[in-house]
């Protein structure tokens, strides 16, 4: 029989009495869903007109795929150490490992695995910058999943600097050096995406004794408020001062600044849904919000054209 609930877990279809078997259980311990986050790999090759030739196409397609094993093995590493608080909430109970469809051992196995798998496909194509950001995600997620994820803004940091790293290995593997704008844009709006994440949850009364992340209790909705909206304003300052401090293209159409206009209003977007409360689930939100996906594909389309210069 079904369990009636709420939630991306529900929606994706992942929670279900019903006994799953091993391949099934391990296939919805990796979260394939979470996997889109990793697509943010490919912004530094876009970003330099190199995405469309073979072999950074390539490159990027194996960073993607090294990023998912490793955040993989995270998720595997998380759930392993939450267990005991998984079995105590209503939907995370039905975890793989909660559910004890999945051991423990053979968790951690699959998850050093995985981190192995990753290291070793980044070392494979000879990219050494590649397996230091790897390796960095590898260990700040165990720090995270052991330690951090109870520290107030130190958890929101750290989650934050895994879309940051996300976004340092598709230049890593690529050779695109990141630009300061770059890297501003990524730190500051994957802090603008965690807070609102941590306001959402807190929206939600997430927080209760069975919840396995306490430091949510330590952050008021005010202060979230003040951390979701003030990494908002710099995401925005810094993408309006590298689209408008670009020098004009003779003979062409200035797609830069153009692309200002549906970056800003998908933030805004975003930020309705977290004012909602329902922006717990980045991903989720991102394939079910028609309007946020059709501003994100005008701004990829624009993004583009200013990208490649036509």
Not at 119 to 145: E, F, H, K, W
């Amino acid at each position: 029989m079904t369990v009636a609930v709420t939630g991306s877990e529900a929606a994706a279809g992942e929670v279900s009495e019903k006994r799953r078997g091993p391949v099934v259980a391990l296939l919805v311990a990796l979260r394939p869903r979470q996997w889109l986050k990793n697509s943010i790999v490919v912004a530094a090759p876009l970003a330099a007109a190199t995405l469309l030739l073979p072999r950074t196409l390539w490159l990027t397609a194996v960073a993607i795929v090294a990023m998912c094993l490793a955040s993989s093995a995270g998720y595997l590493v998380n759930d392993v150490r939450d267990v005991a608080a998984d079995r105590l909430h209503p939907v995370k109970r039905l975890r793989p490992i909660a559910a004890r469809e999945l051991g423990a051992g053979v968790a951690v196995v699959v998850a050093g695995l995985l981190g192995l798998g990753a290291l070793a496909l980044a070392a494979m194509v000879d990219r050494p910058g590649l397996v230091l950001v790897i390796a960095v995600y590898l260990a700040t997620t165990v720090a995270y999943s052991l330690w951090l994820k109870h520290e107030a803004v130190l958890d929101i940091a750290i989650v934050a600097s895994g879309f940051v790293l996300r976004a340092l290995a598709g230049g890593m593997a690529t050779g695109v050096a990141p630009s300061r704008w770059f890297l501003i844009v990524a730190a500051f709006g994957s802090l603008f995406l965690v807070a609102g994440k941590r306001a959402s949850e807190l929206v939600r009364d997430d927080h209760d004794p069975t919840s396995a992340r306490r430091a949510l209790g330590d952050y008021s909705a005010d202060y979230l408020r003040f951390v979701w909206q003030l990494a908002a304003a710099i995401t925005i300052t810094a993408y309006c001062l590298w689209g408008f401090g670009l020098a004009p293209h003779a003979g062409r159409i200035d797609w830069e600044p153009i692309s200002v206009a549906p970056f800003v209003l998908a933030l805004l977007r975003y930020a309705q849904h977290v004012e909602r409360g329902d922006a717990g689930e980045p991903e989720t939100l991102a394939l079910q919000d028609r309007t946020l996906q059709v501003l994100a594909l005008v701004w990829l389309v624009v993004f583009t054209l200013g990208a490649y210069h036509l």
